[in-house]
C-alpha cells in the first residue's frame, strides 16, 4: 500500500503534470488561427464549427513540432520537468520516414494530456475543496452527477476527490515518461551520428593512451634504471654519473612534453595544443638508442635505408614501435646486447629488436632495481598500432634465450 503510495507524494509527479498544463496553456496561442476558417465559412451548428476548428488546431499544433528549435526545446524541458535522461540532438541531416513525424506527435500527446489531466484534475481539485463546506453539495460533470449530504459522507468525498486528482497527475506523467524517449529521444539518423562520435572518441582515447604507454612507460624504465646506475658510479666515476644524470633530464623533459599534450587533449584544448603534439620521428633514433645505452645496456645498431625519407606518418609509428619494443627489452631482459635492426626499402619498412631472456644478469643488476610491474598492454597496442598501418607483426621467442619483436610496414619514400 505505501509502495502504491509514493508517487502521490514526488514532487517530480506535480512537475510533470504541470509540463503537461504548460503545453495545454501554450496551444492556446494557437486556437485563434484555428477558429479563423469556421468563422469564415457559411454560419452552421455550433457542434458543426468546432469539428473543423478542432483539426485545423491539431494541424497547428503538429506543424509547430516540425521546426526543430521546438525539439530542442522539448527535449531540455522534458529533461527537468519528467527527469528523462534524453541525449541532446545532434547533427545528423534532416530527419526521414516515420522519424520526422515523431515530434509532432509528441505535440499533440503533450496537448491532449495536458488538456484532460488539467479538465479532470481540475474539477477532483474543485470538489475536493468545495465539498466540505455546505450542509448539501453536489458535483455534475458530463451529465454525470452525485450529490452528497454534510457529515463524513461529504469528507469522505472530499478526501476521494483529492486522491482522484493526484492519482490523475501520476497517471498523466508517467504516459508522458513512457512516451518521451520514444517521440523525443534519438532518431535513426541520430543513433549512427552518436555511434559514429562515440566510435571517434575512442579512437581518439586509445591513441592517447598507447602515447602515454609508449612514451611515458619508456622514459619511467629507462629513467629509474639510469638513477640506479647513477648511484652505483657516483663515487668511481662522477663524470659517467653525471652524463647519466643529464640523460635523465632529457628524457624527463620529453616524458613531461607527451604529457603536457595529452592532459591538453584530455581537457578538450585540443585546438591550443595542436602545435604542441609531439612529432618523434625516426629522426630521433638516435636519441633514443643513446638513452637507452645510458641506462647501462649495449644497443647494436643496424640502420640501413633513408629513414629520413620515410613519411611522417609511418615515421612516427616507426619511432613508437621501437620505444615499446627497447622498453620490454630494458623491463623483461635478461643481459646482453640488445639488437636493433631498421631497413628502409621501396615497398616496406622492417623493424625488429632482439634481446636475450631467462637465466643471466639483467640490465642495472646489482642497482637494487626490483622487478617492473606490466600493464598487459605493450604487446596489443602494438599489434593494434601495427593493424591500422595494414602492416604485419611477429612477437615471440627466438630461440631458447632471446625474444623478438619483428614489424613490417608499408611504405612509400618521398621522392
Not at 452552421?44 to 473543423?52: A, E, F, G, L
Not at 595542436?274 to 636519441?287: H, K, Q, V
Amino acid at each position: 500500500m505505501i509502495k502504491r503510495m509514493r508517487p502521490l507524494l514526488r514532487s517530480s509527479t506535480y512537475s510533470g503534470a504541470l509540463f503537461a498544463c504548460c503545453a495545454a496553456l501554450a496551444s492556446l496561442l494557437l486556437l485563434p488561427f484555428a477558429a479563423l476558417p469556421a468563422l469564415a465559412g457559411p454560419s452552421s451548428t455550433d457542434d458543426v464549427q468546432i469539428v473543423p476548428t478542432l483539426l485545423v488546431w491539431a494541424v497547428l499544433i503538429g506543424a509547430v513540432g516540425l521546426a526543430r528549435t521546438t525539439r530542442r526545446v522539448l527535449i531540455v524541458c522534458a529533461r527537468r520537468m519528467l527527469g528523462v535522461p534524453l541525449p541532446d540532438p545532434v547533427a545528423a541531416g534532416r530527419p526521414a520516414g516515420a522519424d520526422r513525424w515523431r515530434t509532432p506527435l509528441w505535440l499533440l500527446l503533450h496537448v491532449a494530456l495536458g488538456w484532460a489531466g488539467a479538465l479532470a484534475s481540475g474539477v477532483l481539485l474543485l470538489g475536493g475543496l468545495t465539498l466540505p463546506l455546505g450542509a448539501e453539495a453536489g458535483l455534475s460533470l458530463l451529465g454525470w452527477s452525485v450529490r452528497v449530504q454534510d457529515g463524513w459522507g461529504s469528507w469522505a468525498a472530499a478526501f476521494g476527490c483529492l486522491l482522484s486528482a493526484a492519482t490523475v497527475c501520476v497517471a498523466v506523467t508517467n504516459v508522458l515518461r513512457w512516451a518521451a524517449p520514444r517521440l523525443l529521444g534519438p532518431s535513426s539518423a541520430e543513433r549512427l551520428a552518436l555511434a559514429a562520435e562515440r566510435e571517434l572518441a575512442l579512437a581518439e582515447r586509445n591513441r592517447l593512451a598507447h602515447e602515454l604507454h609508449d612514451s611515458i612507460g619508456h622514459t619511467l624504465t629507462a629513467t629509474t634504471i639510469q638513477a640506479a646506475v647513477a648511484g652505483e658510479v657516483l663515487s668511481a666515476d662522477p663524470v659517467a654519473a653525471r652524463a647519466t644524470l643529464r640523460s635523465i633530464e632529457e628524457s624527463s623533459r620529453a616524458a613531461l612534453e607527451d604529457l603536457d599534450y595529452v592532459l591538453g587533449v584530455l581537457r578538450e584544448q585540443e585546438s591550443e595544443r595542436a602545435e604542441a603534439a609531439p612529432t618523434r620521428t625516426l629522426a630521433d633514433l638516435p636519441e633514443l638508442l643513446d638513452r637507452v645505452r645510458h641506462a647501462g645496456a649495449v644497443v647494436e645498431q643496424e640502420l640501413s635505408g633513408e629513414l629520413t625519407q620515410v613519411q611522417g606518418t609511418l615515421s612516427r609509428a616507426a619511432y613508437r614501435i621501437l620505444q615499446e619494443g627497447l622498453t620490454n627489452a630494458l623491463r623483461h631482459g635478461a643481459g646482453g646486447p640488445i639488437e636493433v635492426r631498421v631497413a628502409a626499402a621501396p615497398d616496406g619498412l622492417e623493424i625488429g629488436v632482439v634481446n636475450r631472456t631467462g637465466a643471466g644478469t639483467s640490465v642495472g643488476a646489482g642497482t637494487g632495481r626490483g622487478a617492473f610491474p606490466t600493464s598487459g598492454h605493450g604487446l596489443p597496442g602494438l599489434a593494434e598500432r601495427v593493424r591500422l598501418l595494414h602492416g604485419e607483426m611477429e612477437a615471440g621467442p627466438d630461440g631458447p634465450r632471446h625474444w623478438r619483436l619483428a614489424v613490417r610496414l608499408p611504405v612509400r619514400l618521398s621522392a
